[in-house]
């Protein structure tokens, strides 16, 4: 029962740092904040382990403090120091707006999840209603803001929204589909880095 | 025989790092007939379902179908691109550059031969993830702003449209493993097919139309495919053409893994969406192919408008199917032969606008005459081969829904005037005021490859309209039968 409440709390955290990424207009906190969030979403998955005691959700937090928490954000820490830009300043809406509009995509997808979860499902349809939050408002990231940068914080924000649906209907992913699924979304960052170095020779950023 | 097909792209790709391009690109010849030999061999001899390397990959007839494809014009492409490299390079492209061009080449391949072949839809993903990462810098490959916009407008759109797809495999995995319990196993595509009827069908339906819109970004569907012209222009010919012909179809793989399932599992109402997509791509289509002013991106919409007929044929079932199947070979080999035929007009002429490209029959008599004969071709005319993969999907059109088989039909004609008209102008139109420039461009500049194998492509692609192969249509005809198609020929 504890251990469904820290794990719950870990969840809500992760919805706290996507909802203050959509608030703050600065990109080094955005990537931290990820990296936050990539660690919550790591303990939460430590939690099922140690509660299933599996082999699988272990090796799946291992990889994940790996690429998510460590990997990523240092090459795209180091991305960020080459074109030196800090600051969101283009934006289709304001960040008072999206805020609420985060809001109430939390609430949008708690009526869906209540549609389609039933009952039965790890920790209940909870951790699905924050997925699916976390993904739509990761969406919302990616349309409302025009800098590159924070349209990779976006799609990574997407990613780990589907992380976290997969651990939350199933135990995870099996080790070996993650492992490739991560990996590919390593490769896919450090691509992105060097198209935004490239972008920046020509293009303002 | 089957583990040739993953190991040669392999072996290939790890060589690429060390070897000279130019001898890179003997290897690359070999390695291409060697795979297209081994895929002929396993076509020749196929009758059932085949599992390889740990039940990780298998062969059944609707992969194989693709693989067939796949290996064709992968055949044709390392042809062109062994005269490509050599015309670029004498025109002042460093060297260094193509080792890279080979490197991500094989790399492409290697990830699409995964995906194709892989039993596991995990691994399927992983697999078309990785050819989005390969042909990243492919795109980017002339580093020009516009290449580089088009290469991040690519990368973001399609990694988070396959995210969406991996959200579908989620919900997929979720149903499955409450048969099979959590192992590799739930991921199992020939399992989850015994499984059929007793997975759990909202979560089925909703998987279906998450990997519908996921992997349909990739493959082109209408309203995500903004991506789709600018990443497919932007490429070397080679690999435009390669993208254009045989990735789309990896693509559509997954969608139609997905429907296959939903098919076992008793849920009929999918073939709605894919009716509905495919229309509304070939809509989109028609009207952007009539105002395009470049002639790759010209050619880009058309691979869209193709996936949208194919997806089109497969949503309406019975004998449009094998239409399917079939414009899926045979549009691969004609947009092969499109993308190829004008790369020779780009390689010499830097030129991509359509209205700065006039007169090609006296500079580029056989460039010119392929490209034309090409767009006739692409648009279904007779005696060419797309024109029985198209003629069997409007029959069943217009079997299912005379309306919709006429609005098709419409659309159809609007792009056939689209595409040849401009087409036309670039072969015949006379270039009054532009002498000086007739003068110095020439198809004589590239290299012979360049120039006959488009050639050689529309030859073969006109021959398959009067001989099909007997194995080939076997294959076509019980790939078929998975869809519930059914053809007395």
Not at chain 1, 104 to 129: E, W
Not at chain 1, 133 to 162: E, P
Not at chain 2, 437 to 454: C, G, K, R, W
């Amino acid at each position: 029962m504890i251990m469904e409440k820290i794990a719950e709390l870990f969840i809500i955290l992760i919805l706290v740092s996507v909802v203050l990424n959509v608030s703050s207009p600065f990109i080094k906190f955005a990537i931290k904040l990820y990296s936050f969030q990539s660690l919550m979403l790591a303990f939460y998955i430590l939690m099922g382990a140690v509660h299933f005691n599996s082999i699988n959700l272990y090796g799946s937090f291992v990889i994940t403090v790996i690429f998510k928490v460590i990997l990523i954000p240092y090459f795209l820490f180091k991305t960020l120091k080459k074109v030196k830009i800090d600051k969101e300043i283009d934006m289709y809406i304001g960040i008072p707006e999206a805020v609420v509009f985060a809001g109430s995509l939390t609430l949008l997808s708690n009526l869906i999840a209540q549609k389609i979860i039933n009952t039965g499902i790890t920790f209940g349809s909870f951790v699905f209603t924050i997925s699916l939050a976390t993904f739509l408002i990761g969406a919302m990231l990616m349309v409302t803001r025009k800098t590159l940068f924070s349209q990779i914080i976006g799609f990574l924000t997407i990613d780990n929204a589907i992380f976290l649906a997969a651990n939350s209907i199933t135990h995870g992913m099996p080790l070996l589909v993650e492992l490739g699924v991560l990996f590919d979304l390593f490769v896919s960052i450090l691509i992105l880095s060097v198209l935004i170095l490239n972008l920046r020779r020509n293009v303002a950023v | 025989m089957y583990e040739l097909i993953l190991i040669l792209p392999a072996a290939a790709l790890i060589v690429s790092i060390f070897a000279d391009v130019l001898w890179m690109s003997y290897l690359q010849l070999a390695v291409s007939v060697l795979v297209f030999c081994a895929v002929v061999a396993i076509a020749l001899s196929f009758n059932s379902i085949t599992i390889f390397l740990g039940g990780f990959f298998f062969v059944d007839y609707i992969n194989l179908v693709i693989l067939i494809t796949v290996s064709t014009l992968e055949l044709f492409v390392a042809f062109y691109s062994f005269g490509y490299v050599r015309t670029e390079i004498a025109g002042g492209i460093s060297k260094r550059k193509f080792k890279f061009y080979y490197f991500w080449k094989n790399l492409f391949v290697f990830s699409m031969m995964v995906s194709i072949l892989s039993n596991n839809l995990g691994i399927y993903w992983t697999g078309l993830e990785a050819t989005t990462l390969a042909t990243a810098l492919l795109v980017s490959f002339n580093r020009t702003k516009e290449s580089f916009e088009a290469t991040w407008k690519y990368v973001i759109m399609c990694s988070v449209g396959i995210a969406i797809g991996l959200f579908a495999i989620v919900m997929l995995y979720f149903t499955t493993s409450q048969i099979y319990g959590e192992s590799l196993k739930s991921l199992s595509f020939i399992n989850i097919m015994h499984a059929g009827s007793k997975l759990d069908k909202n979560f089925l339906m909703l998987a279906f139309i998450l990997a519908l819109v996921g992997f349909g970004t990739k493959v082109g569907f209408a309203p995500m495919h903004n991506w789709l012209p600018d990443a497919h222009s932007q490429g070397p010919s080679p690999v435009s053409a390669l993208l254009s012909g045989v990735l789309l179809n990896t693509a559509l793989l997954g969608i139609l893994r997905f429907y296959q399932i939903n098919g076992a599992a008793g849920i009929y109402y999918p073939r709605y969406f894919l009716i509905g997509f495919g229309f509304f791509t070939i809509l989109v289509s028609a009207f952007s192919i009539i105002k395009q002013t470049d002639y790759k991106r010209l050619f880009a919409f058309s691979s869209m408008e193709n996936m949208g007929i194919i997806a089109l044929g497969f949503g309406i079932g019975g004998i449009a199917v094998i239409g399917s199947l079939l414009q899926i070979f045979f549009h691969a080999l004609n947009k092969g032969l499109l993308f190829l035929s004008s790369g020779n007009v780009l390689a010499v002429t830097h030129e991509r606008k359509i209205e700065k490209i006039r007169n090609l029959s006296k500079n580029f008599p056989i460039t010119g005459l392929v490209l034309l004969f090409g767009v006739m071709g692409i648009s279904g005319m007779p005696p060419f081969a797309m024109f029985l993969g198209e003629i069997y999907i409007m029959t069943g059109v217009f079997r299912s829904n005379i309306i919709l088989g006429f609005l098709v039909f419409i659309l159809l004609i609007f792009i056939f005037i689209g595409l040849f008209g401009k087409i036309l102008k670039m072969y015949a139109g006379n270039n009054d005021n532009d002498e000086r420039a007739d003068e110095l461009q020439s198809e004589n500049t590239a290299h012979p490859f360049m120039i006959y194998v488009p050639l050689i492509l529309l030859l073969v692609s006109s021959l398959l309209l009067f001989y099909i192969p007997s194995q080939f249509l076997n294959i076509v005809k019980s790939a078929s039968y998975e869809f519930g198609g059914k053809i007395i020929f």
